[in-house]
């Protein structure tokens, strides 16, 4: 089954940014599927963030609009979600994986923490 391994994570402050990279064990795995960005706080379910269809259409929570984006390069197997004006409520644990049905095996996720 395809993995996938995030990275890129940290900790800013409040208002800083980061940009984290996920990357598929699979060639094809990225730019065969519409792919997303998940995160998981302490406590909480596991959300969608954002998606990024094969066209390049993307989607965003709207908590997370005008702040962030997705991208991807399929020649990498690679995608990316360029985070700013970060916010102490954006701390959880992110991870990639096919929309809607997660079919990569979930990697191990890049903790972003942002503090006030």
């Known amino acids: 089954q395809v993995q996938v391994m995030e990275s890129g994570g940290g900790l800013v402050q409040a208002g800083g940014s980061l940009r984290l990279s996920c990357v598929a064990s699979?060639?094809?795995?990225?730019?065969?599927?519409?792919m997303g960005w998940y995160r998981q706080a302490p406590g909480k379910q596991r959300e969608l963030v954002t998606t990024?269809?094969?066209?390049?259409?993307?989607s965003y929570l709207d908590s997370v609009k005008g702040r962030f984006t997705i991208s991807r390069d399929d020649a990498k197997a690679t995608v990316y979600l360029q985070m700013n004006s970060l916010k102490p409520e954006d701390t959880a644990v992110y991870y990639c994986?096919?929309?809607?049905?997660?079919?990569?095996?979930w990697g191990p996720g890049t903790q972003v923490t942002v503090s006030s």
């Open positions: 699979r060639r094809d795995f990225v730019s065969a599927n519409k």
């Open positions: 994986n096919t929309v809607p049905n997660g079919e990569g095996t």
């Open positions: 990024i269809a094969n066209s390049g259409r993307a």
